[in-house]
């Protein structure tokens, strides 16, 4: 069955580095494109970048572009996310998300998140 | 940006209907996807492509969408649906994918 399983969160101070994992099985990884979504403490789920699986095409929410890079290692099945210079808002849930295959735009599977918190 | 709007919390008697309803700019010509999201859990998929439902999901969630509102709707309301409902969509314009705010479903 799927299974996507995050890893690397913590607490970091504002302005430190950080970097996400996201370890996939259960399918064939290099086939399907890969986005995070975040969830602050409360509040709805927000839209944080893609990786598609042709090509290099990458897309970011403005509030992280330049700052988070997202990336892939079909070779170990395996999702980034490094996030640098990072701010209190950014404190969040940090879902995995597999895009559902073909020419769809939703969320076909989910991991169960790790937490991001940004504090001094 | 593109924006879905969705009321913070619709109320309902179990048994009854719930109809949560997301509302965009032409959201009719978007495809629609909802998801649930119970305390403590990842979102789920519930309704793909404005009316599509995922296997394992009840035939008691179905979906609509035209002009500027998307309707999910929950039919013979369980307790258990309780959770928090999330439409979200893909703005080709900027490649950016959208969720709306969420809202609450409370079964009274």
């Known amino acids: 069955q799927v299974q996507l399983v995050e890893s690397g969160g913590g607490v970091v101070q504002p302005g430190k580095s950080l970097r996400l994992s996201c370890a996939a099985s259960?399918?064939?990884?290099?086939?399907?494109?890969f986005h995070w979504v975040r969830q602050a403490p409360g509040k709805g789920l927000e839209w944080v970048a893609v990786l598609w699986s042709e090509g290099n095409n990458k897309y970011y929410v403005d509030s992280v572009r330049g700052r988070f890079t997202i990336s892939r290692d079909n070779s170990k099945n395996t999702l980034f996310l490094q996030m640098n210079s990072l701010r209190v808002e950014d404190t969040a849930m940090y879902y995995c998300?597999?895009?559902?295959?073909?020419?769809?735009?939703?969320?076909?599977?989910w991991g169960q998140g790790t937490l991001v918190t940004v504090s001094s | 940006s593109y924006i879905l709007t969705q009321p913070p919390s619709v109320s309902v008697a179990p048994g009854q209907t719930a109809k949560i309803s997301c509302g965009g700019n032409n959201i009719g010509r978007n495809s629609v996807h909802w998801y649930q999201q119970k305390p403590g859990q990842a979102p789920v998929l519930v309704v793909y492509d404005d009316s599509d439902r995922p296997s394992g999901i009840p035939e008691r969630f179905s979906g609509s969408n035209s002009g500027n509102t998307a309707t999910l709707t929950i039919s013979r309301v369980e307790a258990g649906d309780e959770a928090d409902y999330y439409c979200?969509?893909?703005?080709?314009?900027?490649?950016?994918?959208?969720f709306g705010g969420g809202t609450k479903l409370t079964v009274l």
């Open positions: 979200q969509v893909w703005d080709n314009n900027s490649d950016h994918w959208v």
């Open positions: 259960g399918f064939t990884f290099s086939s399907y494109g």
């Open positions: 998300v597999r895009e559902a295959g073909g020419a769809d735009n939703y969320f076909d599977s």
